[in-house]
């Protein structure tokens, strides 16, 4: 099936809406693919900090020597305890991982 025609959907023919925001964001063609994955259904979409959590978590063992979870904990915009759950609760994994 010749799907070329589809390239020519544009943002705003989505008039004034969600769909038009998102597809100047992310181009018609990704949000087509979005439609496809996930259309009629309900979806929801956190907020960009919880899509992140893992990879900031990630950082923070990464960057951890001991002393510094005030520095890390400023420069990730957390708490110092925050730090040290994230890093008590990764060796914690990876004691049940041995």
Request: with cysteine; net charge negative; proline share 5%.
């Given at each position: 099936?010749?799907?070329?025609?589809?390239?020519?959907?544009?943002?705003?023919?989505?008039?004034?809406?969600?769909?038009?925001?998102?597809?100047?964001?992310?181009?018609?063609?990704?949000?087509?693919?979005?439609?496809?994955?996930?259309?009629?259904?309900?979806?929801?979409?956190?907020?960009?900090?919880?899509?992140?959590?893992?990879?900031?978590?990630?950082?923070?063992?990464?960057?951890?020597?001991?002393?510094?979870?005030?520095?890390?904990?400023k420069k990730y915009?957390?708490?110092?305890?925050?730090?040290?759950?994230?890093?008590?609760?990764?060796?914690?994994?990876?004691?049940?991982?041995?």
């Amino acid at each position: 099936m010749d799907d070329s025609w589809k390239s020519e959907l544009a943002p705003d023919m989505f008039g004034d809406t969600l769909y038009c925001t998102i597809a100047e964001e992310i181009g018609p063609a990704n949000l087509l693919k979005l439609s496809r994955l996930v259309g009629g259904s309900s979806f929801y979409v956190p907020i960009e900090d919880r899509l992140l959590r893992p990879l900031r978590n990630k950082k923070i063992v990464e960057e951890y020597n001991g002393y510094n979870g005030k520095e890390l904990a400023k420069k990730y915009g957390i708490t110092p305890r925050m730090v040290y759950n994230i890093i008590t609760l990764d060796a914690a994994d990876k004691t049940q991982q041995n």
